[in-house]
Protein backbone atom coordinates (compact mmCIF):
# COMPACT_ATOMS: atom_id res chain seq x y z
CA UNK A 1 0.00 0.00 0.00
CA UNK A 2 0.93 3.56 -0.84
CA UNK A 3 1.07 6.41 1.84
CA UNK A 4 0.07 8.66 -0.62
CA UNK A 5 -3.14 6.83 -1.69
CA UNK A 6 -3.27 6.19 2.37
CA UNK A 7 -3.37 9.89 2.89
CA UNK A 8 -5.81 10.84 0.33
CA UNK A 9 -8.00 7.97 1.11
CA UNK A 10 -8.09 10.08 5.01
CA UNK A 11 -8.39 13.65 3.63
CA UNK A 12 -11.40 12.49 1.80
CA UNK A 13 -13.16 12.24 5.12
CA UNK A 14 -12.18 15.81 5.31
CA UNK A 15 -9.38 18.07 5.98
CA UNK A 16 -6.56 17.44 8.50
CA UNK A 17 -3.70 17.79 9.94
CA UNK A 18 -0.54 15.61 9.72
CA UNK A 19 -0.75 14.34 13.12
CA UNK A 20 -4.27 13.53 12.51
CA UNK A 21 -3.65 12.10 9.48
CA UNK A 22 -1.08 9.93 11.20
CA UNK A 23 -3.00 9.14 13.99
CA UNK A 24 -5.89 8.11 11.68
CA UNK A 25 -3.86 6.12 9.35
CA UNK A 26 -2.30 3.77 12.06
CA UNK A 27 -5.94 3.87 13.97
CA UNK A 28 -7.94 2.94 10.88
CA UNK A 29 -4.80 0.05 9.87
CA UNK A 30 -5.21 -1.17 13.08
CA UNK A 31 -1.58 -0.53 13.94
CA UNK A 32 -0.52 -2.60 11.27
CA UNK A 33 1.64 -0.24 9.44
CA UNK A 34 3.51 2.66 12.04
CA UNK A 35 4.21 5.69 10.27
CA UNK A 36 6.80 8.58 11.01
CA UNK A 37 5.31 11.97 11.23
CA UNK A 38 8.26 12.66 8.66
CA UNK A 39 6.78 10.32 6.15
CA UNK A 40 3.58 11.96 6.31
CA UNK A 41 4.38 15.72 5.76
CA UNK A 42 7.02 14.31 2.97
CA UNK A 43 4.11 12.82 1.36
CA UNK A 44 1.84 15.63 1.77
CA UNK A 45 4.17 17.82 0.08
CA UNK A 46 4.52 15.20 -2.97
CA UNK A 47 0.64 15.50 -2.82
CA UNK A 48 0.50 18.98 -2.26
CA UNK A 49 3.25 19.68 -5.43
CA UNK A 50 1.28 17.18 -7.75
CA UNK A 51 -2.43 19.05 -6.72
CA UNK A 52 -3.78 16.32 -4.73
CA UNK A 53 -4.23 18.03 -1.73
CA UNK A 54 -4.30 21.66 -0.93
CA UNK A 55 -2.69 23.18 2.32
CA UNK A 56 -5.61 25.46 3.96
CA UNK A 57 -4.97 28.16 6.10
CA UNK A 58 -3.27 27.19 9.74
CA UNK A 59 -5.31 26.94 13.00
CA UNK A 60 -4.33 29.23 16.21
CA UNK A 61 -2.25 25.87 17.42
CA UNK A 62 -0.15 26.57 14.24
CA UNK A 63 -1.13 23.03 12.03
CA UNK A 64 -1.97 23.68 9.13
CA UNK A 65 -4.21 21.17 8.09
CA UNK A 66 -4.74 19.62 3.95
CA UNK A 67 -7.77 18.98 1.96
CA UNK A 68 -8.17 17.11 -1.07
CA UNK A 69 -8.49 17.95 -4.44
CA UNK A 70 -11.10 17.20 -7.29
CA UNK A 71 -7.60 15.49 -8.70
CA UNK A 72 -6.52 13.75 -5.69
CA UNK A 73 -10.42 12.42 -5.71
CA UNK A 74 -9.65 10.98 -9.03
CA UNK A 75 -6.07 9.30 -8.25
CA UNK A 76 -7.86 7.93 -5.06
CA UNK A 77 -10.64 6.58 -7.67
CA UNK A 78 -8.40 5.52 -10.00
CA UNK A 79 -6.01 3.45 -7.04
CA UNK A 80 -9.25 1.99 -5.80
CA UNK A 81 -10.84 0.48 -8.81
CA UNK A 82 -7.06 -1.05 -9.76
CA UNK A 83 -5.88 -4.15 -8.71
CA UNK A 84 -2.37 -3.98 -6.16
CA UNK A 85 0.47 -5.22 -8.34
CA UNK A 86 2.65 -8.15 -7.26
CA UNK A 87 5.74 -5.45 -8.34
CA UNK A 88 9.14 -6.60 -5.80
CA UNK A 89 7.50 -9.86 -5.89
CA UNK A 90 10.80 -12.34 -4.16
CA UNK A 91 12.03 -9.02 -2.77
CA UNK A 92 11.05 -9.74 0.77
CA UNK A 93 14.18 -9.98 3.58
CA UNK A 94 13.35 -13.73 3.65
CA UNK A 95 12.80 -14.50 0.19
CA UNK A 96 16.77 -12.80 -0.34
CA UNK A 97 17.87 -14.45 2.95
CA UNK A 98 17.29 -18.10 1.91
CA UNK A 99 18.13 -17.36 -1.52
CA UNK A 100 21.59 -16.15 -0.38
CA UNK A 101 21.82 -19.07 1.79
CA UNK A 102 21.40 -21.48 -0.74
CA UNK A 103 24.62 -19.89 -2.66
CA UNK A 104 26.88 -19.21 -0.02
CA UNK A 105 29.76 -21.75 1.21
CA UNK A 106 29.33 -23.23 4.64
CA UNK A 107 25.66 -21.12 5.07
CA UNK A 108 23.30 -23.80 7.14
CA UNK A 109 20.08 -23.70 5.10
CA UNK A 110 18.34 -26.06 6.65
CA UNK A 111 18.60 -24.07 9.67
CA UNK A 112 17.36 -20.81 8.24
CA UNK A 113 14.83 -22.57 7.02
CA UNK A 114 13.62 -24.11 10.29
CA UNK A 115 14.62 -21.17 12.38
CA UNK A 116 11.73 -19.14 10.80
CA UNK A 117 9.33 -22.04 10.46
CA UNK A 118 9.79 -21.91 14.56
CA UNK A 119 9.48 -18.66 14.56
CA UNK A 120 6.47 -18.08 11.91
CA UNK A 121 5.12 -20.91 14.02
CA UNK A 122 5.25 -19.12 17.40
CA UNK A 123 3.78 -15.69 15.33
CA UNK A 124 0.60 -17.46 14.03
CA UNK A 125 0.33 -19.49 17.45
CA UNK A 126 -0.06 -15.88 19.04
CA UNK A 127 -1.88 -14.22 16.03
CA UNK A 128 -4.76 -17.32 16.58
CA UNK A 129 -4.84 -16.52 20.27
CA UNK A 130 -5.43 -12.49 19.50
CA UNK A 131 -8.14 -13.55 17.12
CA UNK A 132 -9.89 -15.30 19.98
CA UNK A 133 -9.82 -12.78 22.20
CA UNK A 134 -10.81 -10.34 19.29
CA UNK A 135 -14.32 -10.86 19.28
CA UNK A 136 -14.99 -6.95 20.28
CA UNK A 137 -12.78 -5.88 17.98
CA UNK A 138 -13.94 -3.36 15.02
CA UNK A 139 -14.19 -4.97 11.62
CA UNK A 140 -11.54 -3.10 10.20
CA UNK A 141 -8.83 -4.59 13.34
CA UNK A 142 -10.38 -8.02 12.58
CA UNK A 143 -9.82 -7.87 8.47
CA UNK A 144 -5.98 -6.37 9.37
CA UNK A 145 -5.27 -9.08 12.00
CA UNK A 146 -6.47 -11.64 9.69
CA UNK A 147 -4.48 -10.26 6.85
CA UNK A 148 -1.48 -10.86 9.17
CA UNK A 149 -2.36 -14.44 10.19
CA UNK A 150 -3.28 -15.64 6.46
CA UNK A 151 0.14 -14.00 5.62
CA UNK A 152 1.82 -16.18 8.36
CA UNK A 153 0.69 -19.28 7.18
CA UNK A 154 0.62 -18.58 3.85
CA UNK A 155 4.70 -18.28 4.59
CA UNK A 156 4.64 -21.34 6.69
CA UNK A 157 3.52 -23.56 3.33
CA UNK A 158 6.14 -21.45 1.32
CA UNK A 159 8.61 -23.11 3.96
CA UNK A 160 7.72 -26.22 3.69
CA UNK A 161 7.78 -25.56 0.18
CA UNK A 162 11.73 -24.58 -0.22
CA UNK A 163 12.32 -27.36 2.13
CA UNK A 164 11.06 -30.12 0.07
CA UNK A 165 11.54 -28.79 -3.21
CA UNK A 166 14.95 -26.95 -3.12
CA UNK A 167 17.09 -28.98 0.51
CA UNK A 168 15.31 -32.74 0.14
CA UNK A 169 16.19 -34.68 2.29
CA UNK A 170 19.34 -34.83 4.95
CA UNK A 171 21.14 -31.92 5.89
CA UNK A 172 21.64 -29.27 3.22
CA UNK A 173 25.56 -26.97 2.84
CA UNK A 174 26.11 -24.22 0.14
CA UNK A 175 28.96 -24.50 -1.50
Not at 79 to 90: A, D, E, K, T, Y
Request: hydrophobic share 45%.
Amino acid sequence: MSIRHGLLALLDRGPMHGYQLRAAFEETTGGAWPLNIGQVYTTLARLQRDGLVRALAGNSAGQRPFAITAAGRDALAAWFSSPVGRVGQGRDELTVKIALALSTPGADVRGVVATQRAATLDAVRELTRARARSADVDRVGRLVLDAVLFRAEAEIRWLDHCETSLLGPGPVRAG
